[in-house]
C-alpha cells in the first residue's frame, strides 16, 4: 500500500498565502474545494428540502444541466499542486455515477491532496459499502473521511430523514463500514449529526450513543439557506438560540479532544466557538470563504460557500478552469468582497478552514 500524503509543511504555506490574500483582496486558489455533485437524493429530510428538487420527476431539464464526471475532473484537474482538500456533498453523492472516477482523477492531478470528505445517508447498504471500499482501495495515498448522517436513534431517525426504515438501514451501512474500516487503514468512518428543532433536547443520548464508535463524530447545526431550500421553515437553530447554545454547550463538554487525528482539535473548537456566538451572535474568527474555500454547485455556478447566493462565476464560460474563473471573473472579486466582511453563519464547512488560517483568533475566541 503507498504511503499517505502528509504536506502539511506545503499546507502552512498555504495557509500563509489565503491569509495575505484575503487581507490584501486580491485572488487566491482555494485549498479546500467543496463541489456538490448532485441534487438527486432518496431522503427525505425534515432539515433540508433537496430531495424534493427532483421528486416524482420534476426538473428533469435541471436535471440534464447538472455537471458530468468528465466536466467535474476539468474542474479538480485545474487546482493542480493547489488543493490540499476536497469536499463532496449533495444531495446523495454515492448516486453520482463516477464518483470514483473523479476521486481518482483528483489524487491523480492534485499532488499535495491529502484528505477527502463524502457525507452518505447510508440507505442504500451495499451502494455504501461498494463506493466507499472502491473510494478506499484505488486512494492509498489520501485519508478518506466517510461520514454517515444520523440524526436521531430509532424512530427518530427515520422521522427526521424521512425514510421508513432509515435508521436499521443506517446501522447495517455502518457495519459494513467499520468492517471496511478494518481493512484499509487510510479509511475513517464518523457519525454526522445535525442539531436542529427537531433532535435539539437530545445532545447527551445521541453523543452517548454515536460517538464511542466514531473516529471524529460530526456536529452541525441546522441553518436556513438557498442550498438546502429551506427558508421560512423554523427548522434553524437560530429559531431557538437558547436551546441551541445548551446543546452546544453540552457536546462541547461531552466532545473529546484527538489531537492525534488530521485537524482533531477543530470539532471541539467549532462547538466552544458556536456556543459563544449563539450568545452575541458572532463567531470572532474572520471566515476565509472565497479564499480559503469555493464550492461548485450540481450546475457549474462557484460560490464562495454553501449559503452565500453570490456567486464568483460560471465554469462552463471558463472551460471548466476554476483558476481562470477566480482570476479572471469579474464576479469573483464581488463575491469575494462579499465574503470577507460576512458573520451570517458558523458553519464546519467554512469554520474548520477559517479556523486553520487564523489559529491565533480562534484560540482568543474561545477563551475570551
Not at 455515477?97 to 463524502?118: D, K, S, T, W, Y
Not at 457525507?119 to 473510494?135: A, D, F, Q, S, W
Request: aromatic fraction near 10%; glycine fraction near 6%; hydrophobic fraction near 35%.
Amino acid at each position: 500500500m503507498a504511503s499517505q500524503r502528509k504536506p502539511y509543511f506545503q499546507l502552512l504555506k498555504r495557509l500563509w498565502e489565503v491569509k495575505r490574500a484575503r487581507r490584501d483582496d486580491q485572488a487566491v486558489m482555494p485549498f479546500k474545494l467543496t463541489i456538490n455533485v448532485t441534487n438527486v437524493c432518496n431522503s427525505g429530510c425534515l432539515t433540508c428540502s433537496i430531495w424534493d428538487i427532483y421528486a416524482k420527476g420534476k426538473n428533469r431539464e435541471m436535471f440534464r444541466q447538472e455537471l458530468t464526471i468528465e466536466e467535474l475532473k476539468k474542474v479538480v484537474a485545474s487546482f493542480g499542486e493547489d488543493l490540499f482538500w476536497l469536499n463532496i456533498t449533495g444531495g446523495e453523492p454515492t448516486l453520482k455515477r463516477g464518483l470514483p472516477e473523479l476521486v481518482r482523477h483528483a489524487v491523480e492531478q492534485c499532488p499535495n491532496l491529502f484528505m477527502v470528505n463524502i457525507p452518505m445517508n447510508g440507505i442504500l447498504p451495499e451502494r455504501t459499502e461498494y463506493v466507499v471500499e472502491k473510494l478506499a482501495s484505488e486512494n492509498p495515498e489520501v485519508e478518506l473521511n466517510v461520514t454517515l448522517s444520523v440524526d436521531g436513534i430509532g424512530e427518530q431517525q427515520d422521522k427526521i430523514r424521512g425514510y421508513p426504515g432509515h435508521w436499521e438501514r443506517s446501522m447495517e451501512s455502518w457495519e459494513r463500514l467499520k468492517r471496511l474500516r478494518g481493512k484499509y487503514r487510510n479509511l475513517k468512518c464518523s457519525f454526522q449529526t445535525t442539531i436542529s428543532a427537531f433532535n435539539i433536547d437530545d445532545s447527551e443520548r445521541l453523543y452517548g450513543r454515536l460517538s464511542p464508535e466514531s473516529d471524529n463524530y460530526i456536529i452541525t447545526f441546522a441553518h436556513e439557506a438557498e442550498l438546502y431550500q429551506n427558508y421560512e421553515t423554523g427548522v434553524a437553530i437560530s429559531e431557538n438560540p437558547a436551546k441551541a447554545r445548551v446543546a452546544a454547550k453540552s457536546f462541547y463538554d461531552l466532545y473529546q479532544f484527538r489531537p492525534w487525528r488530521v485537524l482533531g482539535f477543530f470539532p471541539k473548537a467549532f462547538l466552544r466557538i458556536m456556543s459563544k456566538r449563539l450568545e452575541d451572535d458572532t463567531s470572532g474568527v474572520q471566515c476565509m470563504a472565497g479564499a480559503a474555500t469555493a464550492t461548485v454547485d450540481p450546475y457549474g455556478k462557484v460560490h464562495p460557500c454553501l449559503f452565500l447566493p453570490d456567486r464568483l462565476g460560471d465554469l462552463r464560460e471558463h472551460d471548466f478552469d476554476m483558476r481562470r474563473l477566480l482570476f479572471q471573473d469579474p464576479l469573483a472579486d464581488k463575491g469575494r468582497r462579499r465574503a470577507k466582511y460576512c458573520d451570517e453563519c458558523w458553519i464546519n464547512c467554512e469554520a474548520y478552514p477559517s479556523m486553520m488560517v487564523s489559529p491565533l483568533q480562534t484560540l482568543h475566541r474561545m477563551v475570551v
